[in-house]
């Protein structure tokens, strides 16, 4: 008799992302947001999932993973419960992802400990994922750096149209504030709703720089080119949404000055992931980006901040089955 290879656990691990931010907010071709994300090491939102008589779940964010465990099984038509146990998640409405990285890698999670196809695009909308940028889904399939080409009247994520690795040297650091929450649920979608509108000269513009000028450039590993690019964007950005933000660029003032050290110390590709707090910069080696990163932390406004030296992943979930 053969033994049945159905799963008695599944682990999920998925990649925090970066947003570097929108491309058209202004939607006026019949498609709004579209962006580009990379995913990064060293955090990551990691569960474990079986079945149970009924759902139990522990670790941080369990209310948010108890409630995408009802709706799966209810949408799975699923019998029965779930024990689920959160070994790692990333800091909540920090910009990094989380809420979607846990949405997906709880519903990945049941549909292969359940021998079922996964549905990533289509689970993302049944959990409410995926509103605005389509890249935690294309990052949770790829990794790297990926570019979604917006939303548009179809219920669906939006379409993931270009992925592309990032180069092995290139660092990433990746400064937060553990003090500070970025824009989330309700209070993002007033944001949004009270900001002017975007000027459709400021989407091309935007849209050009992606295409012609951050996307060629990591293709070559050219990073001066790219974080060029990914500054300039962010700057636009930042400062249509300076008003949402208290004035600034940035949620966090002290992200901000950090982010000001590391571009005096010749970091690029400066930014802010989504609303927030979370800040990022571009080093071209591990040895740069430590020189850099002890820069930023000796500054007054850096004590509080957690400055880590991250690099792009260039993969997406890992799904482990325990027989």
Known sequence: MVASRTPVKVTVAVPARLHLGFLDLDGGLGRRFGGIGVAISDLR????????????????????????????????????????????????????????????????GMRRLHDLPLDVAGDAIRLDRGARSGAGVGLFHHGGVVVDGGRGAALRPAPVIARMPVPDQWCILVILDPSRQGKHGAEEGAAFEKLPPFPSEMAAHLCRLALMKALPSLAENDLVGFGAAITELQARLGDYYAPAQGGSRFMSADVGAAL????????????????????????????????????????????????????????????????
């Open 260 to 323: 000001a050290a590391l571009a005096d110390a010749g970091a690029t590709g400066i930014g802010q992931s989504s609303w927030g707090p979370t800040g990022f910069a571009f080093a071209p080696s591990r040895a740069e980006a430590e020189r850099m990163a002890a820069v930023a932390r000796r500054h007054p406004s850096a004590r509080a901040l957690d400055i880590r030296i991250c690099v792009g992943l260039n993969r997406g979930a890992e799904l482990i089955a325990h027989h």
């Open 45 to 108: 939102t990691r569960i474990a999932i079986e079945r149970a008589a009924a759902t139990d779940v522990t670790g941080p964010e369990s209310d948010r993973v108890a409630r995408y465990i009802d709706a799966m099984g209810r949408e799975l038509g699923l019998s029965g419960g779930h024990r689920v146990e959160i070994l790692d998640a990333v800091p909540a409405h920090s910009g990094l992802g989380s809420g979607t990285q846990l949405a997906l890698a709880v519903a990945a």
